[in-house]
């Protein structure tokens, strides 16, 4: 797979744009996100929901979109061809981005080839694991087959580029587990990887099994291995739990990690426009009843005053490779955590770094 064209350059021209879909066929134990498994019964009335919504807002000067993410939810669930015709709405400058999330149990040949037509330049796999065990303590439902069915079927439909998103941490699973998972990861070949650390979210059924909670020291060894693993693959680290072949990175992704403004549709989807951040209403009725009453569909929001703002960058950026200006950090005290460039005077994360980012980023100034 070639390396996905660029269109934009301009970190100030970017805007992006995220359409949330909150269906699932079932709920993983780990997940907090605004989804519903009960609610398929609504999926057209609020994908025409969302549609109105966005020509609303492009009626009201809506700027063209640099990088569009279709998440969730599982957007793979509902109709391919209406959500392109979601997608259709939203006004894209050239070269922009497309994502859709996908569960691998859900792709076809017909879908990816509808969602090819349709734009979309850039599929996300939830894999979280291709060992079988593990999947059920997350309780996923997927079979591991069915992932490399579906990189073959996304490489068959022509889309550009894609990510494999992999989850580690779980109880039950082996360092040998995860290693395995890594190898039949690389070994799709993919162009992007997502690897996160399993997080214990209030009010999911893994928050309320003190069982099944992560061990911090068995996660920690885990993204040692995973770091080494993906970049001795030639998988280079931008961000603490991303990596990417050169030109894979996703802009959407690096958009929220500069600040930069992007306007969310659906339920529970959250927006940053003109220094102000804000939310919709969090269940899918409440959204379709405030579109179709033609009212705001906007929950509550805030705005961050200038040394927030300021403070909160630095602490996005410090995440990434190109980190932070030196004298953000008392770089002295962080011996082992940070490497100085001193031609370009920025502090970037070692690997040790990576694994004490929040404690970092309490340093930074």
């Known amino acids: 797979m070639g390396c996905f064209a660029r269109g934009i350059d301009s970190v100030t021209n970017r805007f992006g744009v995220y359409l949330h879909v909150p269906f699932c066929a079932a709920r993983c134990d780990y997940c907090a996100f605004a989804t519903w498994t009960d609610r398929h019964h609504v999926q057209q009335a609020y994908l025409d929901a969302c549609r109105a919504d966005v020509e609303r807002h492009v009626a009201a000067g809506m700027p063209a979109a640099t990088s569009v993410f279709v998440g969730g939810g599982t957007p793979s669930l509902v109709n391919p061809r209406e959500l392109v015709s979601l997608l259709d709405a939203v006004p894209r400058a050239p070269g922009c981005e497309v994502t859709v999330e996908c569960n691998p149990d859900t792709v076809t040949a017909e879908l990816v080839d509808v969602y ?158 003109d220094g102000r951040r804000f939310w919709n209403v969090r269940t899918p009725e409440r959204y379709i009843e405030a579109v179709r009453a033609g009212q705001s569909t906007e929950a509550a929001g805030e705005r961050l005053d200038p040394e927030e703002r300021r403070l909160e960058a630095l602490q996005l950026a410090v995440r990434t490779r190109d980190g932070v200006s030196a004298t953000s950090l008392p770089v002295d005290e962080l011996d082992g955590l940070v490497d100085v460039d001193t031609r370009q005077h920025r502090a970037v994360l070692t690997v040790r770094g990576r694994l004490l980012a929040n404690e970092v980023a309490l340093r930074l100034r």
């Not at 979309?120 to 796999?125: E, G, Q, T, W």
């Not at 997927?142 to 990510?163: E, F, K, M, Q, S």
């Not at 693959?233 to 072949?245: F, Q």
């Not at 690096?254 to 959250?270: D, I, N, R, T, V």
């Open 116 to 273: 090819a037509r349709g734009g979309v330049n850039r599929i996300s796999l939830g894999v979280q694991s291709m060992v079988d065990h593990v999947l059920v303590s997350l309780g996923r439902t997927h079979d591991p087959a069915n992932v490399r069915r579906a990189v073959d079927l996304v490489r068959g439909a022509a889309i550009p580029t894609l990510n494999l998103d992999v989850i580690y941490g779980a109880v039950g699973e082996s360092l040998d587990d995860w290693r395995r998972t890594l190898e039949e990861v690389l070994a799709l070949d993919p162009p992007h990887v997502s690897a996160y650390a399993l997080t214990v979210e209030p009010g999911t059924p893994l928050a309320d099994d003190a069982a099944r909670h992560p061990d911090d020291d068995d996660q920690a060894e885990k993204y040692l291995a995973t770091a080494e693993t993906l970049e001795g693959a030639g998988l280079a680290w931008y961000e603490i739990s991303n990596w990417a072949r050169p030109g894979h990175e996703c802009r959407h992704n690096q958009l929220y990690w500069s600040m930069g403004e992007y306007q969310a549709f659906g339920c529970a989807g959250h927006s940053h426009r």
